[in-house]
């Protein structure tokens, strides 16, 4: 239990932070966008000698949970939370190991996902940031 406070210690400013901007992101991007977002970043993480060996389960599970995920975290509906809980990002990230190199390259497939987006370069740039201070939580090694 005192792992998870401190954990939400960590987490609360990220996210207070992040929140305002977060807010708007997901009615700006919309839904179609945001699908098109995980299906291309998915699409280049399973090539990826550097961290496709991360994503070994049933690919259109962890595209769908994503989706649901960044749906939320982007200030959408609840989703996640409604089908599987607090999402506990870190602690459902700790099994894998997770380094400097792997947060390098997820954020890499990252970028070229949100470029690939018929979206304005201002949202693209709005859209990008929230990334790196979460793939950054997630390092672990």
Request: proline share 6%; charged share 20%; hydrophobic share 45%.
């Amino acid at each position: 239990m005192r792992f998870f406070r401190v954990l939400n210690l960590v987490l609360e400013p990220i996210i207070t932070i992040f929140m305002p901007i977060m807010e708007n992101i997901y009615s700006k991007v919309g839904p179609i966008a945001l699908k098109q977002l995980v299906n291309t970043f998915y699409d280049e993480v399973v090539k990826s000698p550097v961290i496709s060996h991360l994503f070994v389960n049933d690919i259109h599970e962890i595209k769908a949970k994503q989706y649901l995920f960044l749906t939320q975290f982007l200030g959408g509906p609840q989703l996640y939370s409604q089908t599987y809980g607090h999402p506990r990002m870190r602690m459902r990230h700790l099994p894998h190991r997770i380094d400097l190199q792997a947060k390098e390259e997820w954020l890499r497939c990252m970028k070229m996902a949100v470029d690939s987006l018929n979206i304005d370069e201002q949202l693209k740039a709005e859209l990008y940031a929230v990334f790196p201070p979460i793939a950054q939580h997630m390092v672990n090694s």
